[in-house]
């Protein structure tokens, strides 16, 4: 983790206000958490040491879980849930725990499902938001996608505070991902320039991985399975064709865990290319001369390719152009490479086949696995508890397997990217055996 | 099927010679199919009464089956296999069943597997035949792909035979394509030209399931159940966003059998575009308008399309440029009409997705479905029985529930199509509920 | 096939009356079958030249599809459909053709679902029928079981009669098995009796397939798949010890179809037990001799036993005790053989292990796969047709990859077994090698 | 974590000697780790201050990963494998990377994998040692089960220690579970007492997940995935009946790890016993009641129980025995509570049906899933760098997502249970809302 450490004061969490009414969870089945329990969010004893020689505070992050005292009276409340960008594995699940945690634990009466991302917080949006019952929602996990719908983008902060105070929407479920989030945290900043008792938390979703301070986002290991079958795929046609070449684009804009643990999963995979580690396409030492000595020892190879990898490697680059999300448009890595091992190889003048595989959508529509859907039943219910006990502007979040709340501001702006000199890199290398000189 | 009906002349079967050594299958667990057991090509009443009527013979295939005297002795026997084109499931287990029946129930001693296709007869191959064992194949069945190795394309006549010769393989069973057995066909006719007791058997291989009087092919419902899934992928793709159009590029050639199935298999389908039923893109019955009014009522739309389909849409043609194996080149429609489709209505104003799903080399590289895996193991033993009868230069299929003997040059040259008149182009139009006039 | 034929009399569809109301169903999508279309019964050339030499009418059953005039005014129409006995995967596909296909098509306006089998239809059940509409059931294929419920046995006819006046229903689909569809036949003649214009349509249902004159029946292709699962599991159980058995229990109370094709899929079966061909247990051929002389040689082997097989090596009988749908209590075959197995081979005092694995629950619950998915579409959809015909006592099935109407007294009474001396059981022998004189 | 908290001191790994030769891993893609790194088995911070406050060491497990030198010179060495004790998804996975890692990283010229178990290290084993090549073990990860099979129970040690002297293993890893371990350490003592230079390394295989100091085991997550398959099965049973009740029993004698984490990913368990937390049967507040009252409700339900739940319930106990592990045989609960729920239900004379599923045998047999696939591959990276360093009597763990090295003396003996006080329990009762006064 290369990422600047936030200080103890940077993780504190926003409230609307003090704790008043005692919760309804039966105190039997329940271990209420202590305000103060609070997670490390340094595990190296070394860096501990440091800084408790230099008598700084550790950082650590609040953590998540039902309080015995919470902020709003579950009787009168309305809650409302949305989701937005990219569908991803478990978001019916997180939807459906929401919305069953508040009917069933917390009894709240009423929980709105606003459509199709923030255009349905949209004051002139043609869809109203779903009424949510307890059996709309009773099997939606066993569905892929999102019930709500979806969209990409930010709509005015004004309009969409004026919508939830038209619904008397009390607590926003933010489901989404990098700019979801920075959406979400403008929103709670503008309900506290109006100073309203409007709680804003975030569920941080991206099948990349790749949110900072959290160690895992739903549907990801869900996508690593689905990838590996993909690279299976491609490496059978590899093996049934001489000289045979399979090339799968796995999903990573920024960080390459989908493809480096896919690789490591599978076994199978020669070589794995990400964002985080330049590679050299041309030259005695580049890609395309170490993909010919493979074929030439071994008759097949399968080549996994992150969709940021090798973005330098165009001549004409995006200039920056941003998705309707604002996630910078990506040149496609795929086609790219395919085009280029098929003209060195052709330029070698012997029998090959190169067969490409991109298997995005297929895994992004695919129902949580069990891994994921426990996963997403423990942010779900961590959600609930901390806007019950309004917190505001914070994500809900994982660290060293404890669930916590994490303000959006850290959650977001910097990426967690795969760190070369960690262990699942190190294993990348020592399984793929790609050559050192290459990257 | 529109496909002039051959007459009982053309449905004979080459043979080497008289049977004359006993069957060393178990006449206990056996019984024998009787050289003259015939199975009719007509299914359909009238046409039956009405060929009587004119006086002339009913069209039959040959039955196959195990058959009580056998031309070739099995203790001096070598055979061997080879795999054609691109990969489909079922092939191994077709390898399997063919050397396991040849070693198990006739006692054969050796078994050759020539690698990558044809290109393993030639005498300059750089990769001598595998000798397949018992063991060798015990557990093949479950992987994907082939363990031979395949490759597209023809070989020299004259060198085939003189592999064949030096290898002392008496039957060689080849599974490909209409490409690859009209070069078994030659094959057959070089060997009988220099009059050899070599005896030539195809497995008809086509995932397409475009082969003419053939019921089905194998592999052609396990691609069937796999279509399904990426269908599925691309409705929860489009019910996930506003206006969204899940796009799916399914394998089809010349026949859209896999489009057609799939999508009444799934019942989510919206359109279904196929090679052998042309649909009009643009004007005001066009696809284009009948895919906006769709989405005009139900926000999402699922469209399916034969890669085949829609050749004439394109302004420059592939000049009949031909692959390896034979086969025109198709220009890509998928792309095409994810273009088209987002060029239309980009130009009316309104948020959208499109998004394409080519899962062709996922569908490929899958082992064999229960179904196949069962059709295989038929297949294998009508093809050891054949061989070892005597015959040649013919393939074994499937017609009306009974296994056949074909010549090969009555499954080659024209290809099975869809007829719209049909009870599953009904079905497609019932269930998709697509609008006539556009096609 | 050696149940006695049906005569052509016996093979006459029972209507309500003349169809005078012209069809909604699009001419221009949809090719109206004529009512004087039929499918023969017989399809081996020799039995139809001997029916012909003895003058005697073909025996051929009506075929489906839709008619250009139809019985019933759709306007007004009420339709409604009960789910009986066991789950069995497709169920709900066949609950969603048939209602989309009535609204959808027919442009019908209500249809009823009731609940929990025939109870549903009783005056005092406790849980009314669901009023079914398109979005109901726009989703319903992809869950496995059925929405409606269902359970066994009968209930009174005058009662049942009295529920369907209350409701107006006007054609009740009722998806059963053998016992159902007796129940079916009783209620048709009731309301016959009375002159009652209400239509009885049958869907068999019995994943066994053993249903009489019917070539395959839903959820039969997505069990075997399943039950593949099952065998390699215990092949892998079997294969990882030292003699080690795999023993599976299919579901087959009166006929081995599944444990047939599922052993012959797999490849990896070395005793397939069926009810159709008796086995001894004891004795110097024996199965449980065979058995150990199978471990002698590979030490590993894998052993399925349909559920009814064997039933006459249980000491005291089940004295004919019968469940509710009326099925003989069959007694349990698996943990009999599980315990002769493990008796025997502790006799030889060798190290060895028995793993007994009894899949049927997982398997009726699963979704229907690709083929039974379309499939169930297609018997929907004639249901559907027929009912609306104004077709009574009958139930739609497949013959010869045609949909037909055949009266429910003709699917009833006997059933359909492997025949030992066909195909699929020769196929069986060579795969398994099971010897010969065991069974 | 309720076990005793071992000493620095106990958390030593024993070693056969200096690292004096050179590791041959490239250093350029290898990071290596120091002797001297450790990872602290305490999280909580509140824990790791009181230990400094006492002036305790802090304990800490010795970090897996290579080492700079190592003990043996991989030129002349000889490796062992085996697996022991029941099937694992993973098995294959574990014994293809240790392989692979010895001959492609180590360069190690001879790897033996002895067969079913220690059975295969008696010097009277009628199966010698497989030869295991890079080729023999390329592919062996996508079949389940264990390539060299597998049994139960010890074997002399004196004899075993022959059999690797004889065969020149100078590094045995076994893959087994709290029995087989045991054994290993015994083995290694054993050799200590022969002051002999073998090293015993241990990679822990439980698919119930009990094992101590130790995050994860192998398997498990697999296990967990295809539970919730089952889970789904009774479900699907138990919506379709009339008071439908689906009972799965799960895998866990002694820790009910699999059961809670299935129960919280699927979200429709009702009831989920498992042996950590006792529950009454009878009685007002008992399982039975709050069963019928649920039925009451909801008119179905779903119990999960794991097998080694409510043994005190049986009035007649096992006395103690034990299989050929060393395991206590438990009597079989699962039959027990169907039939005491078949009673129960029986007396309220209501219709009801009760669906029982075992899955056991269909779960272990599976092949690793992604998460476990990778797992394996890093411990057996784990486990071969730490054999080559000659460190013995040891296994490799997880720790706080660091691989670490644990002496077998620590990781057998106590089990690892389900804490009732901790998330996962807390989550299982606010899922289920089971009653709490019932346990």
Not at 3 to 11: A, C, G, Q
Request: aromatic share 8%.
């Amino acid at each position: 983790m290369l990422n600047p450490i936030p200080s103890l004061e940077d993780l504190q969490i926003e409230t609307l206000g003090p704790c008043t009414v005692p919760s309804p969870l039966c105190p039997n089945t329940t271990s209420f958490v202590n305000e103060n329990s609070r997670v490390s969010l340094l595990t190296d004893s070394l860096a501990i040491e440091e800084y408790l020689a230099q008598g700084k505070p550790l950082p650590t992050f609040e953590q998540a879980g039902p309080r015995q005292n919470i902020f709003f009276d579950p009787k009168s409340l309305v809650c409302g849930i949305v989701t937005c960008g990219g569908i991803c594995p478990g978001l019916n699940n997180v939807i459906r725990t929401i919305t069953l945690t508040l009917y069933e634990n917390y009894r709240v009466r009423q929980v709105l499902g606003f459509r199709y991302g923030y255009a349905g917080l949209a004051p002139d949006s043609p869809f109203p938001p779903l009424f949510l019952s307890n059996t709309d929602v009773d099997n939606i996990q066993e569905a892929p996608g999102t019930i709500l719908g979806s969209s990409r983008g930010p709509q005015q902060l004004e309009a969409m505070v004026a919508t939830l105070q038209k619904h008397n929407v009390s607590i926003l479920f933010v489901i989404g991902g990098d700019g979801t989030l920075t959406g979400a945290a403008h929103l709670a900043a503008e309900i506290k320039r109006h100073n309203l008792p409007i709680s804003i938390i975030g569920v941080p979703k991206t099948i990349d991985n790749d949110i900072s301070w959290i160690s895992r986002s739903f549907g990801f290991t869900t996508a690593v399975e689905a990838a590996t079958n993909a690279i299976g795929a491609a490496h059978c046609e590899a093996k049934s064709a001489w000289n045979g070449v399979g090339l799968v684009k796995l999903m990573g804009r920024h960080s390459g865990f989908i493809a480096a643990h896919a690789s490591v999963a599978t076994g199978v995979v020669n070589f794995c290319l990400i964002p985080e580690v330049p590679f050299m396409l041309e030259g005695e030492q580049g890609f395309l001369k170490a993909l010919e000595a493979r074929l030439a020892r071994k008759r097949h190879a399968v080549v996994v390719v992150a969709e940021g990898a090798g973005q330098y490697l165009f001549e004409t680059s995006s200039n920056g152009e941003r998705d309707a999300s604002g996630n910078i448009k990506l040149l496609d890595i795929g086609p790219y490479l395919k085009d280029a091992i098929t003209k060195h190889l052709s330029s070698l003048n012997i029998d090959f086949t190169v067969k490409y595989i991109d298997p995005s959508y297929l895994i992004r529509s695919l129902p949580a696995g069990a891994v994921d859907a426990e996963f997403c039943m423990e942010l779900g219910l961590s959600a609930v508890h901390a806007g019950m006990a309004g917190k505001t502007n914070m994500a809900v979040g994982l660290w060293n397997q404890n669930f916590t709340h994490v303000p959006i501001s850290v959650v977001t702006g910097v990426r967690k990217q795969v760190n070369p000199r960690d262990m699942l890199w190190q294993t990348v290398m020592n399984t793929t055996r790609q050559p050192y000189a290459m990257i």
